[in-house]
């Protein structure tokens, strides 16, 4: 649970630090496209914007991919090979993460095993609940002899 929310914590970082360098480039591209900009400057504005998406997509799949490597292997859930086709790819800075279709894979396997853990549990706490209150009711009955 703490690794989830230390997850989502960076996360949110991550998005924030995106939103606050959008901000300027999406200020210049609306005041360029209101003012009449030459097609050019148009152009080059919203390839920076492209850039600053791309750089934040990888980072945040990156980030995706370390939580999800280190829960598959808390709950020790094999993750996709190395060789398998469209699971894995290598971003421009050269670490190697995984695709959306291998978050998504690795995602499922790990809440199915999550979700077989937890049904382990669950299957006896009606045994547990049932015997606890026929001691409950066998403490009732000798107490209420006296």
Do not use: C
């Not at 649970?1 to 998005?15: G, N, S, V, W």
């Not at 009449?36 to 400057?41: G, K, L, S, T």
């Not at 850039?51 to 799949?61: A, G």
Request: hydrophobic share 40%; net charge positive; proline share 4%.
């Amino acid at each position: 649970m703490l690794a989830y929310i230390l997850f989502q914590r960076k996360l949110f970082k991550i998005r924030r630090r995106q939103r606050r360098d959008e901000r300027p480039i999406k200020a210049a591209l609306a005041d360029a496209k209101t003012k009449e900009f030459p097609i050019d400057e148009i152009g080059n504005l919203e390839n920076d914007y492209g850039h600053i998406q791309v750089r934040y997509l990888d980072e945040i799949l990156r980030l995706h991919t370390e939580y999800l490597i280190r829960e598959s292997n808390r709950l020790v859930v094999p993750y996709p090979a190395a060789n398998d086709p469209g699971m894995w790819e290598r971003d421009d800075e050269g670490y190697v993460r995984l695709t959306e279709a291998g978050i998504s894979k690795l995602r499922a396997d790990i809440s199915t095993e999550k979700r077989a853990r937890l049904e382990r549990v669950i299957m006896w706490m009606p045994g547990v609940v049932g015997i606890l209150g026929a001691l409950i009711g066998l403490a009732a009955v000798l107490t209420g002899k006296k």
